[in-house]
């Protein structure tokens, strides 16, 4: 497996990372945990050294998993997480955003104890908070750095001026948001942010959710449990009027040997050496077609021909849950 470094922080991780949120949370019923920490495992064998978690996922569940599957290995890998929600402790349900400075410390200490570990390598604040300054934000997670709780800060959805205004308090390694060839929001101002900032970046749902894997079809029904069955862009009308961003990565898949979804995490390692996306899977041969997209080589004709394709292609359906995402 390649390595990248997220921006100038110094942050070493593998090309390609693993999202472990689909695993317990958010895509109907959870995997089952032993399969669960094999496949994490596995990934670890296979090069893998970022694994993405976050204490909201379940809520908690995400994290024991993570922390349970690496801790043999703790030391080989980089694991990210995060705050920003308050959780009932008893009941587990989200009551909406907290980035308090003091909730953002007890936050830090129960990450740590489900992920069985002394430091959290990449924090991230999940959700910039409306009531909270950024500048308060940053400044609690530069205090747990100096404690050698926390080594890298990062932040999730913000928008250029929130990450600025975080950078100049404490250095952020890395920004998250979802970026894909059918969620392209970040290329106007957050990515040439980023760039001039030496930030790193690390796509969520590069593979759009599953669709752009081409195994998701118009009449495919989800789960209540799953988010997707209430995202404007898995409407059948939606997902209908997008087949031709399928189509096209389909079209290169087949002149390359490999699969649609090879296609598209190529196209996003394409775009900046500093660009690291964590597709999610609960299958191991899923896991195996994911990560063979770092050996795709996609000329400049190929990205030519992608990018100018995309750009005919109008994308329906707002992302996620249709709301605003930066601030």
């Not at 470094?5 to 472990?20: M, N």
């Not at 995997?31 to 669960?36: F, K, L, T």
């Not at 400075?101 to 430091?119: C, F, M, N, Q, Y």
Request: net charge neutral; aromatic share 8%; proline share 6%.
């Amino acid at each position: 497996m390649q390595m990248r470094k997220l921006g100038r922080s110094g942050l070493e991780v593998s090309a390609l990372g693993l999202g472990c949120m689909g695993m317990s949370a958010n895509y109907g019923s959870p995997g089952d945990s032993q399969e669960m920490i094999a496949l994490i495992r596995s990934a670890v064998d296979r090069g893998v050294t970022f694994f993405d978690t976050a204490e909201v996922y379940g809520p908690f569940f995400n994290e024991e998993l993570v922390g349970e599957a690496l801790a043999p290995m703790r030391d080989e890998v980089v694991i990210a997480t995060k705050f920003g929600f308050d959780v009932d402790p008893g009941t587990r349900e989200r009551r909406g955003f907290n980035s308090r400075p003091e909730h953002i410390k007890s936050a830090v200490e129960g990450s740590l104890r489900r992920l069985k570990t002394d430091r959290i390598d990449l924090l991230y604040q999940h959700r910039v908070d409306p009531n909270v300054p950024i500048e308060d934000v940053a400044g609690a997670v530069r205090g747990l750095i100096e404690d050698g709780k926390v080594k890298y800060f990062g932040l999730s959805e913000a928008g250029p001026e929130t990450l600025r205004r975080a950078h100049a308090v404490q250095a952020v390694a890395a920004l998250q948001s979802e970026y894909s060839l059918w969620a392209r929001d970040p290329e106007t101002e957050v990515l040439p942010t980023c760039e001039e900032l030496g930030i790193g970046f690390v796509p969520w749902s590069p593979l759009g959710q599953g669709f752009l894997t081409g195994k998701i079809k118009t009449g495919t029904a989800f789960e209540n449990s799953d988010v997707r069955s209430r995202f404007p862009r898995f409407t059948p009308e939606a997902m209908k009027a997008n087949k031709p961003v399928v189509d096209l990565l389909a079209r290169i898949a087949a002149r390359k040997n490999a699969t649609s979804a090879q296609i598209a995490l190529a196209w996003l390692l394409a775009q900046k050496p500093w660009i690291v996306p964590i597709p999610g899977t609960r299958k191991m041969h899923r896991l195996e077609e994911n990560l063979g997209s770092a050996a795709i080589e996609l000329t400049s004709d190929d990205i030519r021909e992608i990018n100018v394709t995309a750009s005919k292609i109008e994308v329906h359906g707002a992302r996620g849950t249709g709301q605003e995402q930066y601030r």
